[in-house]
């Protein structure tokens, strides 16, 4: 990791960088980390977050959010491969009323479907964690 990437004790997602918790990690290089989202709205569901911690979009810098970006474009063809679902939405939450929850910018990679429904507020359903090691799988195999 780069010298100048801040990390926050108490964040949840800077932990999942420490791996002082566990997750589903689907790619990863110095600035950047894609998991699988535990609450998947869709089978695929994951999240791309810069190393860097910082609150929102608002105070990321450039060059973190842009890592962010690159790995985006690494793993949203990756999960399109594995998932094969009708579409994929990229959404990026700031502040409580947009229903961001994790208080470290990240982005969702969504795998849509036609008639899905969806709604930007889609709630946190837990999912199966088989599945969803399963998915993680198919998704790291379509980036080797
Ligand atoms: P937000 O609501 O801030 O846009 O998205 C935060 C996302 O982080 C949610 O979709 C939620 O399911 C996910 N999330 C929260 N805690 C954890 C966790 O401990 N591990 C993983 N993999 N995802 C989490
Ligand atoms: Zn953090």
New binding site residues.
């Given amino acids: 990791m780069g010298d100048d990437i801040q990390l926050d004790d108490d964040c949840?997602f800077c932990k999942?960088i420490r791996g002082e918790?566990p997750?589903f990690k689907v790619f990863e290089d110095d600035a950047s980390l894609a998991?699988?989202?535990?609450?998947p709205a869709a089978p695929g569901h994951c999240?791309v977050i810069p190393k860097h911690h910082a609150e929102n979009i608002f105070v990321t810098p450039p060059h973190a959010s842009a890592a962010a970006m690159a790995t985006i474009s690494k793993v949203a063809p990756a999960v399109e491969r594995a998932v094969q679902p009708g579409g994929i939405n990229i959404v990026q939450?700031n502040g409580p009323a947009a229903?961001?929850?994790?208080f470290h910018t990240?982005f969702?990679i969504i795998p849509r479907h036609l008639d899905d429904n969806l709604l930007m507020n889609w709630g946190?359903n837990p999912g199966d964690m088989d599945e969803i090691g399963a998915v993680a799988e198919k998704i790291k195999a379509e980036l080797d």
């Fill in positions: 949840i999942i918790i997750s998991f699988m989202d535990i609450n999240l939450a229903a961001q929850s994790v990240h969702h946190l």
